[in-house]
């Protein structure tokens, strides 16, 4: 029970935390305002998809199957999107990390 609670508490820090950390990150990757909505708008919409085809995954191979893959795979991308150096390489790791996040709901 407490290793489900940690990883729900990554995820929720997964979620929020680049919303407080966006005049660190923008400064960094010398965003724009409009890039640093595309990366709220494509972590958001593809938290919806992941919601979405999650219960499809589920069905086919199980809800605790689902739930196990999409949390490691969130892990690693998790990695992925601590070490990206521009702007599109976070884009894409943020797409996926909605997709896998939202997948947990």
Avoid: M
């Avoid at 999409?70 to 070490?83: D, E, H, N, Y």
Wanted: charged letters at 10%; glycine letters at 6%.
């Amino acid at each position: 029970l407490l290793c489900v609670c940690l990883i729900n508490l990554g995820d929720a820090v997964e979620v929020y935390l680049p919303s407080v950390l966006t005049q660190e990150i923008s400064c960094d990757l010398q965003l724009t305002e409009a890039k640093q909505g595309i990366l709220s708008v494509v972590f958001y919409s593809f938290y919806a998809a992941g919601s979405f085809t999650s219960g499809w995954f589920a069905n086919r191979i199980g809800r605790k199957k689902t739930i196990i893959i999409s949390i490691s795979l969130a892990f690693l991308v998790s990695i992925l999107t601590a070490l990206s150096h521009e702007f599109y390489l976070l884009l894409i790791s943020r797409a996926f990390t909605g997709l896998l996040v939202g997948s947990n709901c």
